[in-house]
């Protein structure tokens, strides 16, 4: 449905990068808005902003503005509703042996060389690479409030495997970004970590998955699509898919 825009949305400034290049779709530029850093964006505002389609990055809360392109569509999974398909199931099988745990703080000297060996070796393309400590920090590492930021670890036997940073919203939870060990890809890590947090906003009694942006022809934003139903956000409102 459609959101009315409260006062406090409405005096919110945004301001646009300079165009550069797409990550997704290299043949087109990006232009991204993003909400004023200044302003005192409580978790009420972060709320709103989220169920009109913006994400989080570190202290940034942004959405794609690149005059007509209009691939990036916001998406989220109907966790209620959904249903794993034949695969999805076989991945929570293969990963039937892994302790997940939700916790408020983590250890940064165990997780940052995860998050290092995982960009390294699954993002070498991309404007993360390469990776260093502050980018780690600033992106991942800073909570965006307290009690807002969690972190599902993924562990083998006290082995730290993967970790799904996620924010809790007022009907859902919000992937901010997973890394896991690029040597156990045949866990299908990521698939394994949206899977779970589908779980955990069911155990909270929420309604949603927020997945980020959905773009047709990129190959690597496919998997999103993958998880049914799915609801996009299209002209101001979000639309249930299959």
Not at 41 to 56: H, P
Request: charged share 25%.
């Amino acid at each position: 449905m459609t959101r009315d825009i409260s006062p406090d949305l409405a005096k919110i400034r945004l301001f646009l990068t300079e165009p550069h290049a797409c990550s997704y779709l290299p043949d087109r530029q990006a232009t991204t808005a993003f909400v004023d850093p200044k302003i005192d964006t409580n978790i009420d505002i972060y709320n709103d902003l989220s169920d009109l389609g913006f994400r989080r990055s570190g202290r940034y809360l942004y959405t794609p503005r690149c005059g007509s392109c209009k691939a990036c569509i916001p998406i989220r999974i109907d966790a209620i509703d959904f249903r794993p398909s034949r695969q999805q199931r076989k991945c929570l099988n293969r990963n039937a042996d892994l302790a997940v745990n939700i916790v408020n703080t983590i250890d940064r000297e165990e997780h940052y060389p995860l998050y290092e060996r995982y960009i390294s070796a699954r993002h070498q393309d991309g404007d993360m690479h390469p990776p260093s400590r502050n980018q780690y920090e600033d992106f991942i590492g800073r909570p965006w409030q307290e009690g807002t930021t969690a972190f599902m670890e993924f562990r083998k036997d006290g082995e730290l495997l993967g970790c799904a940073v996620i924010d809790w919203l007022r009907m859902g939870a919000s992937a901010i970004y997973t890394y896991f060990d690029p040597a156990e890809d045949r866990r299908s890590l990521g698939t394994f970590a949206i899977l779970q947090q589908i779980e955990a906003v069911l155990a909270r009694n929420l309604d949603y998955v927020y997945l980020g942006f959905w773009i047709r022809d990129s190959a690597k934003m496919s998997y999103k699509i993958k998880f049914k139903p799915a609801e996009l956000f299209i002209n101001d409102q979000w639309m249930r898919l299959g």
